[in-house]
């Protein structure tokens, strides 16, 4: 949102190629939101239909509970459009927040998860171990300073196999995740 006020006040003031640059900014920020979702499907063997995906953090940065411009909204979109199961958990979002900015309902965590595999659906969770619990993947969305301090020995033991780890804010011991045989991808890491 900050990045957007600079276009509009560059081109406020007559500066349009100021504002051009920062427009591209912004482009260049929603094609990466992009470029993440389809790693994970990428990774998940080309698919995440009817598989279940962790999402650690849904507001735009840690500490707050404002979702505005969030790059967890369009990755989560992204997801759900490829037919995944999502459990999300943010320790000051709430399930009500994440439904309005999804336009989609939460679904009641006792239904059938796969009475329609072909359209995605999501679950909130307060706790984040359960939010893990029987997930082809997490996914660290915002930097929260309790996602830092997961337990990836325990945690992984409850994960469908083979599992990823998807850090997009460089938060996660990546040496623990995998020596808790799991698979992890992070920002800012060439692999």
Not at 2 to 11: A, K, P, Q, T
Not at 69 to 92: H, M, Q, R, V, Y
Not at 93 to 122: F, T
Request: with cysteine; aromatic share 10%.
């Amino acid at each position: 949102k900050d990045i957007l006020n600079l276009v509009y006040l560059s081109g406020y003031f007559g500066l349009p190629e100021v504002a051009n640059f920062w427009e591209g900014v912004v482009k260049l920020n929603n094609w990466h939101q992009h470029r993440i979702s389809q790693l994970i499907v990428k990774k998940l063997f080309g698919t995440v239909t009817a598989k279940k995906i962790c999402i650690l953090g849904f507001a735009f940065k840690a500490n707050t509970n404002d979702t505005r411009e969030s790059s967890t909204i369009n990755i989560c979109k992204d997801l759900l459009d490829e037919g995944a199961f999502l459990k999300i958990n943010d320790p000051k979002v709430d399930k009500y927040q994440i439904s309005k900015d999804l336009n989609i309902p939460a679904v009641n965590k006792d239904k059938n998860i796969y009475d329609n595999p072909h359209e995605g659906e999501w679950s909130f969770e307060d706790d984040i171990e359960k939010a893990i619990e029987d997930t082809d993947a997490v996914v660290v969305l915002t930097e929260w300073e309790e996602y830092g301090n997961i337990n990836w020995r325990k945690v992984s033991k409850t994960m469908r196999k083979p599992a990823w780890v998807f850090d997009a804010r460089s938060i996660i011991n990546a040496e623990e995740v995998h020596s808790s045989n799991l698979n992890i991808w992070r920002i800012g890491v060439g692999n």
